[in-house]
């Protein structure tokens, strides 16, 4: 069995959640080839060609996937994609922008954000906002399909010795153009992929509150995120929401400033391995899902974290 | 120019669904049913565009059992013009959704399609990408704006790095985020009026797809219970427990 998977990448390196998206792959199991569809992206490429497990890269370089429109990455994934017998892509904003166009140009089901590969054809993924797990079986000829990323332990990003093959087709849709992007710049590591996670919600009151979990989060190596609450009233932007329709994250240690502990949040962190809720409210349903709770006002527990670290 | 928007009935946002002890099915019996929250948005998307005078009609569409006249009702007492049921009892997964909004969208020829980026039950955030390359329109998923200027719309994309704008040609699918815009509620007067509008019904077999499911769900079950841990006393004992205890700081 032969699987494509569209790699998450800058065109400069590949993403981590390329790496869980190979570790899915493994377990459906079959050969293995990463599409990197972007401009310039050869060193992108080299990086792919090294992931364990991977044995052939494709490259489409062209102008036309420069910013990966979903409009022209799409009709590649589906010229190459038809030859396949699976194509994967991490549920990332780019994967979910993109390959359900694909699929439907393949005239095939997606399969949305598995968490287990159960057999050849069937998978387990959530819904209701992970309060139902659903088992699904696809008879479709090629299954698509998206990755949560956090259900899958990345493979190494080293050790691996792949093909490199340029692809020539050059598909531009010719309706839609890039016109520019704003990328939260930070030193922190990112959400989706640090082992410690610090959130605040709507508790925070306001954007300069927030200061406090920035510094408790650089002493603890931690990236920032927050609750819907706290996006919506402007006090940080809209890349740090995790839930439902946020971020799905699953770190070794998460923390809960000032977060009631809504379904939608919890089915962003619910699978983290630890769980630390702070808030004034004992009865708050946080508190229901975490592993340690501490009943306080964050104004003065926070501090007292920050400076017993 | 025209709009048509997508409205799906879906489980209220508030209820906590769980599934049947057999694992046949999710137990939806007397649960409170609802417009899927992004669906509100993109009607009031498409409303707000109207008052602006760039839209001059906007058609809600529902696909499902007869019930889904409730959710039409509901868009049309926020302003929509006209609804269009496509009823059947099947459920219709989102490839099939996707045809049979290509089919309304052949006979109504739209400028824009407004979807909510996701329903809050199948949580599958497929069906406006599936229309858009069905119909070979351009696509803004996950949109906080939305900018019709001439013959193109400019759209502020969501992304996981940050926000990303693309100017695409329309006619153009639009998919929306959460904070593209707040949803007024209905008034009453307005919830009256909606009784009035048109509402027309048709089938896939009128509409000519073939709506057979390519996924079948074999079981559903309730996700791994988490164990509520403990409260501790104070911020010493906290940092004692993550240090020995748990071993994650
Ligand atoms: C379709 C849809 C999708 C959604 N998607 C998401 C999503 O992806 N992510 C998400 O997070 N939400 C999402 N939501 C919103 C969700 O329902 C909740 O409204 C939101 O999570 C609440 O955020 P919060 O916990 O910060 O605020 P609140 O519920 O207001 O809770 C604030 C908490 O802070 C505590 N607090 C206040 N002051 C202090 C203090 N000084 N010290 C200690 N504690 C204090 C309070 O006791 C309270 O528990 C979604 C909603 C809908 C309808
Ligand atoms: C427990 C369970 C079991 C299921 N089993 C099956 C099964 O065995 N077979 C089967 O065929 N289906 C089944 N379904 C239904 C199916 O999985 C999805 O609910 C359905 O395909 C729609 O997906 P979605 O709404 O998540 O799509 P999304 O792509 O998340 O929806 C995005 C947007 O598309 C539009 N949209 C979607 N649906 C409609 C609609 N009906 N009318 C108007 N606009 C719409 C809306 O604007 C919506 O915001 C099951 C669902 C559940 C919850």
């Given at each position: 069995m032969s699987i494509l998977i569209l790699a998450e990448h800058d065109n400069a390196s590949i993403k981590g959640a390329t790496l869980n998206t190979v570790a899915a792959a493994k377990a459906i199991g079959g050969d293995i080839t990463v599409l990197v569809a972007g401009e310039a992206c050869g060193a992108a490429a080299e990086a792919a060609a090294k992931i364990e497990g991977v044995s052939k890269v494709l490259v489409a370089d062209n102008a036309a996937y420069g910013h990966q429109l979903a409009e022209n990455v799409s009709l590649l994934v589906a010229e190459l994609g038809k030859d396949y017998a699976y194509i994967l892509a991490p549920a990332t904003t780019n994967g979910k922008n993109t390959l359900p166009r694909a699929a439907a140009l393949l005239d095939v089901a997606q399969i949305s954000e598995i968490i287990s590969v159960e057999s050849a054809d069937t998978f387990k993924r959530p819904i209701y906002a992970g309060n139902v797990i659903a088992t699904v079986q696809s008879s479709d000829a090629i299954k698509v399909i998206t990755v949560r990323t956090t259900a899958f332990d990345a493979v190494a990003a080293e050790g691996g010795s792949a093909s490199v093959e340029a692809v020539a087709s050059a598909h531009d849709a010719g309706n839609s153009s890039y016109v520019r992007e704003e990328v939260a710049k930070s030193d922190r590591p990112e959400l989706t992929a640090a082992s410690i996670v610090v959130s605040g919600g709507r508790g925070m009151q306001n954007g300069d509150n927030f200061a406090m979990l920035y510094s408790l989060a650089d002493k603890l190596g931690a990236a920032v995120g927050a609750s819907r609450a706290a996006v919506d009233a402007g006090f940080v932007p809209n890349d740090m929401q995790v839930g439902q329709t946020g971020k799905i994250v699953a770190p070794g240690l998460y923390i809960a400033v000032?977060?009631?502990?809504a379904i939608q949040h919890l089915a962003g962190m619910k699978d983290s391995k630890v769980i630390v809720a702070i808030n004034?409210?004992?009865?708050?349903?946080i508190f229901q899902v975490a592993d340690y709770g501490l009943v306080a006002d964050l104004f003065d527990a926070v501090p007292e974290l920050d400076s017993s670290l | 120019m025209k709009v048509l928007v997508a409205v799906k009935r879906v489980v209220d946002y508030n209820v906590k669904v769980r599934p049947k002890s057999d694992g046949t099915?999710?137990?939806?019996?007397n649960v409170k049913m609802a417009i899927n929250p992004f669906c509100e948005i993109a009607i009031e998307e498409a409303v707000r565009l109207k008052e602006k005078g760039v839209v001059t009609e906007i058609v809600a569409v529902s696909i499902g059992a007869k019930v889904c006249q409730e959710q039409i009702r509901t868009a049309l007492a926020l302003g929509a013009d006209r609804g269009i049921l496509v009823e059947t009892d099947v459920e219709v997964q989102p490839l099939a959704i996707a045809k049979l909004l290509k089919a309304v969208v052949d006979k109504e020829e739209p400028k824009m399609v407004i979807l909510g980026k996701?329903?809050?039950?199948?949580?599958?955030?497929q069906t406006g990408q599936m229309l858009a390359a069905l119909t070979g329109m351009s696509q803004g998923t996950f949109a906080s704006e939305v900018v019709v200027e001439g013959d193109t719309v400019t759209v502020t994309r969501e992304v996981d790095s940050g926000s990303q704008v693309v100017k695409l040609n329309l006619p153009a699918v639009v998919t929306t985020d959460l904070r593209l815009n707040e949803p007024r509620y209905a008034s009453l007067p307005n919830i009256m009026k909606a009784k009035k509008k048109p509402l027309d019904t048709m089938t896939p077999e009128d509409l000519g797809v073939d709506v057979t499911p390519?996924?079948?769900?074999l079981k559903v079950e309730p996700p791994a219970e988490r164990q509520a841990g403990i409260k501790v006393a104070d911020v010493a004992e906290l940092v004692d427990k993550l240090k020995n205890e748990a071993k994650v700081i």
């Open positions: 000032g977060i009631s502990g004034k409210d004992e009865d708050a349903p | 099915g999710v137990d939806l019996n996701q329903a809050i039950d199948g949580d599958n955030n390519r996924v079948t769900t």
